[in-house]
């Protein structure tokens, strides 16, 4: 498992809670928005670790055609899967697909959170420069 990987498995993971932590507070359907989350973050690690390991061998091997098809199938279905759960979650209620889409996005809102902390020069872990 990569650095990158690791970075984002364990920063995903704090968000994670702290949202868990959220919603209990919350008095709308707890269960359902939950699940949505679960899904959600999963769902986008697992795509973020599909392409990564594309990626790397991509780099690695001659056969690019094939891994080009084979990386541009993996995000396909992984948007097509996120996108089913976000149709899904919508049926619970509005709270429901907005956990939904906190979890399809968490890959998207860590490096955010990530990059102004850089910016801002609270955290020095110089993402980007180590990435393998």
Known sequence: MSN????????????????IIVFFF????????????????FFSLLR???????????????????AIVISLMFYVFGLIIIGI???????????????ALIGSLSIV???IINAITEALGITK??????VI
């Not at 364990?10 to 994670?16: D, G, H, Q, S």
């Not at 390991?53 to 094939?66: A, D, E, G, P, Q």
């Not at 872990?125 to 180590?130: A, I, L, P, R, S």
């Open 48 to 66: 973020f670790w599909l392409l990564e390991s594309m990626i790397k061998y991509l780099s690695k091997n001659s056969n690019k055609t094939f």
């Open 109 to 111: 809102i860590v490096t």
């Open 85 to 99: 759960i976000v149709v899904l979650s919508l049926n619970f209620g509005i709270y429901t697909f907005i956990a």
């Open 26 to 41: 919350s008095k709308y359907q707890k269960i359902p928005m939950i699940i949505a989350l679960t899904l959600g973050s």
């Open 125 to 130: 872990n110089q993402f980007g420069e180590k």
């Open 4 to 19: 990158i990987l690791k970075f984002f498995i364990k920063r995903v993971c704090i968000l994670y809670i702290l949202i």
